[in-house]
T-cell receptor, first 112, second 115 residues
């Protein structure tokens, strides 16, 4: 079955700097790669996603890249703000409405 | 409709007791998912429904676990004879399968503590 790995497990950046989280997946059948943000005591919230027919996607300060050949995908957050502090999960799935396999998470701290 | 809701938000029980959780999905969503998340880990898939049909169950879902979605709307997850290892956050999500993005929307979760 699918296995998603993620690093780093913790990341601390100064406010205004960029943060990068990298993930790998194992199942070539995966075509949908969502990223979730989870704040303490809340459920995961989708912040951006990318499908296998696209190599890059950007939404304001957040961008994702996908290298399907290498089975790598990554999240870039620019101009980080304290409210970006949370746990971020990468994930993989065959489609957006199939079961989602999550990575172990990255705890991001943005220092004011 | 404001999103996926789960009840209760917290449950403390003694080992050996049965517990039941409820999930109300976004009303037009035909798919409903259950995930389990332990401290410091990512959510793990348990099972999902399309309408009232249970389409897939993870090997994580032992015989003590049962999920239902009898009318294709809300769902219940029951754990019988709870064990301390069942302590976790139980997350519900829903999505549609029609045209569109069909992303999964998660509820706030039910935190289970087994003493």
């Amino acid at each position: 079955g699918e296995n998603v790995e993620q690093h780093p497990s913790t990341l601390s950046v100064q406010e205004g700097d960029s943060a990068v989280i990298k993930c790998t997946y194992s199942d070539s059948a995966s075509n949908y790669f969502p990223w979730y943000k989870q704040e303490l005591g809340k459920g995961p919230q989708l912040i951006i996603d990318i499908r296998s027919n696209v190599g890059e996607k950007k939404d304001q300060r957040i961008a994702v890249t996908l290298n399907k050949t290498a089975k790598h995908f990554s999240l870039h957050i620019t101009e980080t703000q304290p409210e970006d502090s949370a746990v971020y999960f990468c994930a993989a799935s065959e489609t957006s409405y199939d079961k989602v396999i999550f990575g172990p998470g990255t705890s991001l701290s943005v220092i004011p | 409709d404001t999103g996926v809701s789960q009840d209760p938000r917290h449950k403390i029980t003694k080992r050996g007791q049965n517990v039941t959780f409820r999930c109300d999905p976004i009303s037009e969503h035909n798919r409903l998912y259950w995930y389990r998340q332990t401290l410091g880990q990512g959510p793990e898939f348990l099972t999902y429904f399309q309408n009232e049909a249970q389409l897939e169950k993870s090997r994580l879902l032992s015989d003590r676990f049962s999920a239902e979605r009898p009318k294709g709307s809300f769902s219940t997850l029951e754990i019988q004879r709870t064990e301390q290892g069942d302590s976790a956050m139980y997350l519900c999500a829903s999505s549609s399968t029609g045209p569109g993005d069909n992303e999964q929307f998660f509820g706030p979760g039910t935190r289970l503590t087994v003493l």
